[in-house]
């Protein structure tokens, strides 16, 4: 895999070819601010090197990345006294709405339960027997470390 891909937009954020409002940056990461501001603050992480998604990732680059964000997101939440929470997303494929193909965590400050930005989680937990819970545990447990 090469550490930078010519034709992604976000390697070209990391090369400065495509400019950026950057708000940190290091040897291994970058955070920038989301071009489409959902909500004031909407900001970026993304690692240095072309990953397409969480399932490239190891345990190296996963320790690297997410180590900076605890501090990207307090700097955003100190910046802005109105910002009352956040909601850290990280979406892996098309089906669940990733639309740039360099692997990327929103950092999204929320301000009130109506601002810009919304998330749904359907309580489907009547559809399911004890049994079925078991299956899918012992398949997950079953994967670890493929
Ligand atoms: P995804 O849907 O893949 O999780 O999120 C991609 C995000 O990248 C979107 O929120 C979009 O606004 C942002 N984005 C796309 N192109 C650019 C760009 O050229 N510059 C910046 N700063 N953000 C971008
Ligand atoms: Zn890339």
């Given at each position: 895999?090469?550490?930078?891909?010519?034709?992604?937009?976000?390697?070209?954020?990391?090369?400065?070819?495509?400019?950026?409002?950057?708000?940190?940056?290091?040897?291994?990461?970058?955070?920038?601010?989301?071009?489409?501001?959902?909500?004031?603050?909407?900001?970026?992480?993304?690692?240095?090197?072309?990953?397409?998604?969480?399932?490239e990732?190891?345990?190296?680059?996963?320790?690297?990345?997410?180590?900076?964000?605890?501090?990207?997101?307090?700097?955003?939440?100190?910046?802005?006294?109105?910002?009352?929470?956040?909601?850290?997303?990280?979406?892996?494929g098309?089906?669940?709405?990733?639309?740039?193909?360099?692997?990327?965590?929103?950092?999204?400050?929320?301000?009130?339960?109506?601002?810009?930005?919304?998330?749904?989680?359907?309580?489907?937990?009547?559809?399911?027997?004890?049994?079925?819970?078991?299956e899918?545990?012992?398949?997950?447990?079953?994967?670890?470390?493929?």
């Open positions: 895999m090469s550490k930078l891909d010519p034709d992604c937009i976000f390697c070209k954020i990391i090369t400065n070819d495509i400019p950026s409002y950057t708000v940190y940056e290091d040897d291994d990461v970058k955070a920038f601010l989301d071009i489409s501001q959902g909500t004031p603050g909407h900001t970026l992480v993304i690692p240095k090197i072309h990953v397409a998604n969480i399932f990732y190891d345990e190296q680059l996963a320790a690297t990345v997410f180590a900076k964000i605890p501090m990207i997101a307090r700097a955003i939440q100190a910046a802005n006294p109105a910002i009352k929470g956040m909601n850290i997303v990280n979406n892996n098309e089906v669940a709405y990733q639309s740039v193909f360099h692997s990327h965590f929103h950092l999204v400050p929320r301000y009130t339960s109506k601002d810009d930005f919304g998330m749904f989680f359907k309580d489907n937990s009547a559809n399911y027997t004890p049994e079925q819970l078991t899918i545990q012992e398949s997950i447990n079953s994967h670890l470390g493929d």
